[in-house]
Structures are given as structure tokens and as C-alpha cells.
């Protein structure tokens, strides 16, 4: 059965106080409010730091508090008690982690979709143009970790490719890989097509037919026991609607 505990409110504790959690702007001449908190994957960054900002200037005194991160620690941490009221997940498989340990206050629903590209830096030194490439020897190749929505999506895309791939390093998720790739460490690595878009001239992405085999669906949901059921629902209504769907498709998400 779905709880929260103490030690569910000392992690969400500690990851403000090393500033896991950012805020997504404060409302004018806000000193103290309500502050709703949303966990959600981190290629949802720069599109869910957008709307936590609308979202704020249509609630005064009311504070959006984001906890970006891979999915699968994410749902780990709702479901060990951290206290949310929102969740958006990069997959079903990491929303059904919380969804069957009674974590979820109603149905997903799915609100975008994603899709893998391969990120190279700017003069792509491996010379790399397509997944197959990604086998070279000597290519150093940076990938998600398995267990994330990124990584499932990259062994499900590159086994449709046929590649095999031996990765230099697993990162705990998709902004670590594109760091990775644009601090030079890796000659290429395996992103969602709006972290290259977010990144600007740094990377350059490469689109390859085998990433249609591995789109993810993005679901989001009201936590169960949501300390602000209300905003939670206002805020899963703002996704959901037309000013929601215009910025996650700014940011080079897919329509569901």
C-alpha cells in the first residue's frame, strides 16, 4: 500500500538542500505560499520550467518546485514516501512503478511523445552518420543507463539497427549523456531529439530510421495523497491543454 513516511520528507529535504529540486520561477512579490511540486523526467527541463513559470504568474503566491531526473529514481523516490503532487515520467514502463504501488491518484495520461537521435559534437570527430556507425571501433559512445526510459529506448533502437554497441559509460540520465558529448568525452552518445534542440550549436543531432521503433510515450499523473490536489490537477490541466502542448512542442516533442 501507497504511504508516505518520514524518511519520504527527509529526501525531499535533502535534495532541496543540494538543489535537486529548482524552482520554475517565483511569482511577483511572493515572500511565502503554497508550493506545488512536480517530479519530472529531465528532458522535460526546459519545456516544464516554462510552464512552472506561466503556471505561476496565473497562481500568486503560489511556487512551482521541480525535481528533474531520470524516471525510474524518480518513481523510487514517490514510491519510498518523497512527497509530490505531480509526476511526469518518460515512459509507461516507469509510471506503471508507481501506478502499481498505488502511487498515482487517478489514470496516466499520456501528454507527448520523444524520440532518440544521435548526438555528435559540432565537428563530429568520429564521423558518424548513422547507428551503425555507433560500432566503430575506438568510437567512444555514451548511453543512459538501462534501467531509465532513455536507455531502454537506445537497446530497443539499436537492436533494431543490429548494432551492438559497448558504451565507455551508463549515465543515471539523458542530460548526463549530453553533457558528456558536449564537454568532448564522448564522440557521440544517444539523446532525445529536444535535448539537441536545447543545446543549441554545442551538439549536432543525427536523425536515424531505427529511433521510430523506440518513441516514447510520456504520461503524467496526480501523486496519490498530493499535499495540493488542486494545483496538482491545474498544473496536469496545463500540459494537457493548448498553451501545454505549444511549449512541449517548441521544445521538439511529439503530439501523442
Known amino acids: 500500500?501507497?504511504?508516505?513516511?518520514?524518511?519520504?520528507?527527509?529526501?525531499?529535504?535533502?535534495?532541496?538542500?543540494?538543489?535537486?529540486?529548482?524552482?520554475?520561477?517565483?511569482?511577483?512579490?511572493?515572500?511565502?505560499?503554497?508550493?506545488?511540486?512536480?517530479?519530472?523526467?529531465?528532458?522535460?527541463?526546459?519545456?516544464?520550467?516554462?510552464?512552472?513559470?506561466?503556471?505561476?504568474?496565473?497562481?500568486?503566491?503560489?511556487?512551482?518546485?521541480?525535481?528533474?531526473?531520470?524516471?525510474?529514481?524518480?518513481?523510487?523516490q514517490i514510491t519510498q514516501g518523497a512527497p509530490a503532487d505531480v509526476f511526469a515520467s518518460a515512459s509507461p514502463a516507469t509510471m506503471t512503478t508507481v501506478t502499481g504501488a498505488g502511487g498515482a491518484a487517478g489514470p496516466p495520461r499520456v501528454f507527448s511523445r520523444n524520440r532518440l537521435v544521435i548526438a555528435v559534437p559540432p565537428d563530429d570527430p568520429g564521423g558518424v552518420a548513422t547507428a551503425g556507425d555507433l560500432s566503430a571501433p575506438g568510437l567512444k559512445v555514451v548511453l543512459c543507463a538501462v534501467q531509465v526510459p532513455c536507455g531502454a529506448a537506445a537497446q530497443k533502437a539499436l537492436g533494431a539497427a543490429g548494432v551492438d554497441v559497448e558504451p565507455v559509460s551508463r549515465e543515471r540520465d539523458v542530460k548526463a549523456v549530453l553533457t558528456k558529448v558536449v564537454l568532448g568525452e564522448a564522440d557521440a552518445g544517444l539523446v532525445y531529439r529536444t535535448d539537441v534542440r536545447a543545446a543549441g550549436r554545442k551538439v549536432r543531432g543525427i536523425e536515424f530510421p531505427e529511433a521510430a521503433q523506440a518513441v516514447n510515450d510520456y504520461p503524467i499523473v496526480e501523486v496519490a495523497g498530493a499535499p495540493h490536489s488542486a494545483l496538482a490537477g491545474e498544473f496536469i490541466r496545463l500540459v494537457l491543454g493548448e498553451r501545454g502542448r505549444a511549449a512541449l512542442s517548441r521544445a521538439g516533442f511529439e503530439a501523442p
Open 1 to 76: 500500500m501507497f504511504k508516505r513516511t518520514a524518511a519520504g520528507f527527509l529526501l525531499l529535504t535533502v535534495m532541496t538542500g543540494c538543489g535537486d529540486i529548482g524552482d520554475g520561477g517565483s511569482s511577483s512579490g511572493t515572500v511565502s505560499g503554497e508550493a506545488l511540486t512536480v517530479f519530472a523526467a529531465a528532458s522535460l527541463t526546459g519545456a516544464f520550467t516554462a510552464l512552472g513559470e506561466a503556471f505561476e504568474g496565473s497562481h500568486p503566491g503560489v511556487r512551482v518546485r521541480f525535481n528533474f531526473g531520470g524516471s525510474s529514481t524518480l518513481a523510487q
